[in-house]
């Protein structure tokens, strides 16, 4: 390929785990998430400073981010928060590098996400926004429903500009378009990537696509050729969206991310023999998820 060949994948251990029921014991989110430290990814999206009752997986957060081995990686620590009051929990740990707010283009999705309208949801990342300039972090905003609206709101690649552009005008420079309930396409991912990339100069737009196990190649195919160069995934699509009709629809997996970037000759940066070992790691992990 012509243009840069380098992708950046993000690994979510924590999209995976959070809506799991029996609780991963702590040391073990410890060994996993240390064996993907090791792996080469960008960034680790490893954990969530948000309310215990909201998603009781990742209440260890706190003990989880003190027992990171950090000292041989270059992978950077992303946390998600909900508001003000996570964000400034994650500000403490000089460790974390990015907080990620997830931000949903559906009035009713952000209030059932977050009890909050979209304003009231959009001064939440204003004021984040400053705790993480104030902090030397980088703010990370999810754009969810980025790809449809299951609701009968008004949805269009002009309303995700207009946000994008709230976003940016905040100080925003990484804005992830989320495929919340699986209904993207080849034609809406080129369609987004392609208006959005050109028009935001310096701003890293990033795909957290989900999928089923006979889509995910036409998916990340439309968003690299469309320019996007930033792809979550996670180990074997652990994870996904729980409003999702077809319980096929999960994250899309890393190793076909990985497979796509060996086809096409493009540069990961990861580590085969350490993604073969977390690989196992994760199938330690979530033994629940799969049936054993």
């Known amino acids: 390929m012509a243009q840069e060949s380098r992708m950046q994948i993000v690994e979510c251990p924590r999209d995976a785990m959070q809506g799991i029921h029996p609780f991963i014991p702590t040391q073990r989110k410890i060994d996993y998430i240390n ?33 990171l081995e950090l000292d041989q990686t270059d992978s950077r620590l992303l946390s998600i928060v909900a508001n003000v009051r996570g964000a400034e929990a994650a500000c403490e740990y000089d460790v974390i590098d990015d907080l990620g707010f997830p931000f949903s283009l559906s ?32 703010l990370v905003v999810y754009l969810s429903m980025g790809f449809g609206n299951p609701y009968d709101e008004p949805w269009s690649v002009e309303i995700v500009e207009e946000w994008a552009e709230k976003m940016v005008s905040k100080g925003v420079k990484v804005l992830s378009l989320s495929d919340t309930i699986g209904t993207s396409n080849p034609d809406s991912i080129d369609y987004l990537f392609s208006n959005l990339i050109p028009r935001f100069d310096g701003v890293l737009f990033g795909a957290h696509l989900h999928t089923t196990p006979s889509t995910w190649f036409e998916k990340v195919d ?11 995934g996670a180990i074997k699509g652990f994870g996904g969206c729980p409003m999702a009709a077809d319980d096929l629809v999960g994250n899309m997996p890393t190793e076909k991310l990985l497979n796509y970037a060996a086809q096409n000759q493009i540069r990961t940066g990861v580590n085969g023999l350490a993604f073969e070992s977390s690989y196992n790691e994760a199938l330690k992990t979530f033994p629940t998820a799969i049936g054993i």
């Open 107 to 138: 009035e009713t999705f952000q209030q059932r996400n977050t009890n909050r309208s979209m304003m009231e949801a959009f001064d939440v990342v204003k004021a984040i926004s400053e705790l993480t300039h104030k902090h030397d972090k980088r």
């Open 35 to 67: 064996s993907l430290l090791k792996v080469g990814f960008d960034t680790i999206d490893f954990g969530s400073f948000v309310s215990e009752k909201a998603i009781p997986q990742l209440r260890d957060t706190r003990e989880v981010v003190e027992k």
């Open 222 to 232: 439309a968003a690299w050729r469309a320019g996007c160069r930033r792809f979550d």
